[in-house]
Each structure stands twice: as C-alpha cells, then as structure tokens.
C-alpha cells in the first residue's frame, strides 16, 4: 500500500491549498460553486499513488472528514427506505422489479451502482467509511468507471468484459484530483444506465439527458436553463431529495417536495393570454403531462421484459437477437424484450402515494401483477393526472404460495442461472438467500410497474395541444374516473 501523509500533515497541506485558493481568488469560496474552484490536484495527500478505491477515500476523509458518515445516512449508501405513510420497507434491498427482479444474492453485480466498494453479500460492512465511493459522484475525468461485477470496485488490473472487450484501469490519482460538484455525467453513470443499459429502466432518463437539446429538456440545455441534477435534486450533507418512494404530488413551494415544478413555477404559472384556462388546469393536471408529451425521444427506451424465455440455446450455446436498429430483443441470459420510442405516457390519478407488492405478499396470479400501485383518484380532492411509463414484464412466482420470486442469476456457483439456465435451482437458491419460503413449483405471471415521468421536458411552444385531449379519443380517454367535456 502506497505511503500516505499523517492525517494531521495531509490537513494542514489541504488546508494550505485551500487558502492559497482563496487568496487567488476570492470568490472561490462562494456558496454554491466552492468545490468546484478548488483545484484538487494541488493536495499532496491526492497525488497518489493509490491502489484502491478505499485507499482515495481514506485520502479524501483527511478533510472531508464528516462526508462519509453523511453518506451512511443517504439512500445510495443504504438502498433502504421505510415509507412513512405506509410502513413499508422499499428501497434496492427490499423491492422487487420486473427488469433484473431483485438484488438479493446478485450483490456483486446489482452493487456496481452503488456508491461504496466491496458489496458483495450480507456480510458488508456499511459502517466502513473507507467503503464509500466519492469518486463516483465527484470525480471528472470522466474516465472512472466501477467494473461491472465486482461489487462497486474500479477495475484496478487489466481485465475483459464481456470477454474479448477490454476494460479500462482505473487512473485513481488523476481521478481523485479532478473531483468537484458532482455533474448531470456523474449522475448519469447509474441513473442513465439503470435496470441493465441505456434508457432501459425510466424512459425520460438516459444518455440523451448528458448534452441535451432545448428541444429534449428545456431546463437541462446549454441554450436553456442549463441545470444540473441538483438544481432540483436538491441535496444537503450528502441527503438528496427526489425519490419516486414517496413522490408528493401536492404544491408544497419547495418545502416538502423540492424536487417537484412548484419548487420554481407556482400553482399558477402560466402568463400567456389564454392563461386563466390553463392555470385552471394545473388544478387536475400534472405540469409534466402536458410538457412532457412523449418520453425516450431520442432513445428507445425497454417496455417489457420476458423471462420465461430466457435459457433458450443455439447449437448448445447462449445467443443474442438484434433487430435493425441494435436493440436486443432476445438474450438467452434475460429472455425477450421490447422497445419503444418517442412513447406517449400512461395518464393516472396520481396524489403522491405508491404501495408496492413486496416479496412475502400474495399475489393474484390470474391477473397482471402490479408491481406498484399509484394512489389516487377523480373524487379524493388531492390528486391530479400524471404521466407514468407502464413497465410489463413476465416473471417467476411460487405457483403454491402465490408470491414472486427471487431469481439467483449472478455468480460463479452452481445455482446461478446465467451459468446453468436452470430455473428450478436459481430460484431455489434466490428465495434461500432471503429467507423465505419456496415450495418448489414456479410458473411465469405478467407484471406492470409504473415509473413517474417528470424529465425531458419539452419547450413551452412543444406541449400538448388542446385538441390532444380534448377530442374523442384524446389521449387522457383512459384515465380511470375522469369526465371532461370534449371537442373536436
């Protein structure tokens, strides 16, 4: 292990730095744009060399040295929330999803989006402040990168994956030395690729959202508002705020929703002529379903994704289907899928609640599944019509005990399905690493997730037309409940 300066020198070094900066410059040290004018590469304790992630960390910590326990409180270190209106426990660990299904024993290959190093099974240490990950979120390089399955680490040798393509060493010192306030790029590194690549998992957010276009985002373009994640997201002590766990759909001016329109636009925004009419809307309507008139409009975004096929073999061996424009639509390792772009939303009452099926509930196995559940309806007085992405997939449940499935994919055992393709010892193996019961009898049953959509927000001159609603079949037609007069 490299030598490292004593704690108390590599301060005083940091320190010294840090007012040299200042005199430079005074307004380095300006609210909201400090970290980003410090020029990192200037502390001796970050020139390295380092030979792990946790070894920058323990670098970073020399100053920072409230910042990681900051971070054991936040969600991306946990993957654990308890909602408090309905007492259910959510987050990564404890939810199950129609894309890769569930976390549990898939550890090291779901965890390198997670903002530490080494989670790799139950036995973590969440405790360890060397565990966490800054060059994730501050880092700006853009050339770290976490290797895809091994627990959140950077790849620290030469390695390939998928094999025959070569991954990248980390360069852990430039690395530590470019860090600043985090960027929509860091962000983007997990966001954008969630629930196994590009635009896969929300559909209004993906790689597109890096250097959008005003037409794609108005508040995100250079030549718009120009925002970072966190001008909404907003974040204090490492805690940012924004989550669709218990997304309000209420005007709250920034108080309890500040990731939501009303922190900036009030209930009435509107100024043009026609401006009473449409700000009589915002009383039923979400901002986002009429700005955001279609989602994945630039990248097709998976709308459903089928297990039940997966396994399938050619000549004895796992293959891949593309179609024409480079999408898989069957891997042996995940089974079919499709895609979908410039996707018109699914319209529901909406008032900020979200029930989810968690992994000991019964299911109706005769019906779609719902994955989650949007609270709300035309007659409760709190809700209004949002725009959502309907996620369908088909995946494993217990046929006895009428509950989903928690499928071993991952690993280099016996059990791991993406090894063996067998369904029977996969789920064995998942559901046994839970803790729960499995009777041994699975089938597949047809599920719906429903994801807000709030990003790609179009130009004013770009939402919706009257007559897009507003005729007989407009496209709020399906809207449970809802009863509006319509023209043509």
């Not at 410059?25 to 909201?32: E, V």
């Not at 946790?54 to 040295?65: D, F, G, I, S, Y």
């Not at 957010?205 to 970072?228: E, Q, Y």
């Amino acid at each position: 292990m490299p030598t490292q300066p004593h704690p108390s020198r590599a301060w005083r070094l940091m320190f010294a730095a840090l007012i040299a900066a200042v005199i430079a410059s005074p307004s380095a040290l300006a609210a909201n744009d400090a970290p980003a004018r410090v020029d990192h590469s200037k502390f001796e304790a970050l020139r390295g060399p380092f030979s792990t992630g946790p070894e920058v960390t323990k670098a970073c910590l020399t100053c920072h040295t409230d910042s990681a326990k900051q971070v054991h409180k936040s969600i991306h270190w946990t993957w654990d929330y308890t909602n408090p209106r309905t007492g259910q426990k959510l987050g990564k660990r404890n939810i199950i999803n129609n894309f890769c299904v569930s976390l549990q024993s898939n550890e090291p290959r779901c965890t390198s989006c997670h903002v530490g190093f080494g989670w790799k099974d139950s036995k973590f240490d969440f405790s360890s402040e060397t565990n966490v990950d800054c060059l994730v979120c501050h880092e700006q390089t853009g050339t770290y990168k976490k290797f895809p399955v091994d627990a959140g680490h950077p790849n620290y040798v030469p390695k390939q994956f998928p094999p025959g393509k070569a991954w990248p060493v980390a360069d852990l010192a430039k690395a530590s030395q470019s860090v600043a306030v985090s960027t929509r790029q860091n962000c983007g590194v997990c966001h954008f690729f969630g629930g196994g690549g590009d635009s896969v998992k929300h559909g209004d957010i993906d790689s597109t959202l890096s250097k959008p276009s005003r037409d794609l985002d108005v508040h995100m373009a250079a030549d718009g508002m120009n925002f970072s994640c966190a001008t909404c997201h907003k974040t204090k002590s490492h805690i940012t705020f924004g989550s669709r766990y218990e997304t309000k759909a209420t005007y709250s001016a920034g108080v309890d929703a500040p990731a939501s329109c009303e922190s900036c636009h009030t209930p009435a925004p509107h100024k043009a002529k026609s401006a009473a009419v449409l700000n009589k809307h915002t009383e039923k309507l979400a901002c986002s379903t009429c700005h955001v008139p279609e989602f994945a409009r630039e990248k097709p975004t998976k709308t459903m994704w089928d297990w039940s096929t997966a396994g399938k073999l050619q000549d004895g061996k796992p293959f891949v289907v593309r179609n024409k424009a480079g999408e898989v639509d069957y891997d042996t390792m995940k089974g079919n899928f499709e895609w979908q772009a410039k996707v018109v939303p699914t319209y529901r009452w909406f008032n900020g609640e979200i029930s989810y099926t968690l992994r000991d509930q019964k299911i109706d196995d005769g019906k779609v599944v719902p994955i989650n559940v949007v609270g709300g309806s035309a007659t409760d007085g709190k809700s209004r019509i949002w725009p959502f992405k309907a996620m369908r997939g088909k995946q494993p449940y217990d046929q006895v005990n009428k509950t989903l499935l928690l499928p071993h994919v991952f690993g280099k055992d016996d059990a791991a399905f993406w090894g063996n393709f067998d369904w029977g010892r996969a789920l064995e193996a998942g559901m046994k690493s839970a803790g729960l019961p499995y009777s041994g009898k699975f089938g597949f049953v047809e599920t719906v997730y429903y994801w807000p959509i709030t990003h790609m927000v179009a130009p004013k001159e770009k939402a919706l037309a009257c007559n897009q609603c507003h005729s007989p079949n407009g496209r709020l037609k399906d809207v449970p409940g809802l009863k509006m007069p319509m023209f043509q």
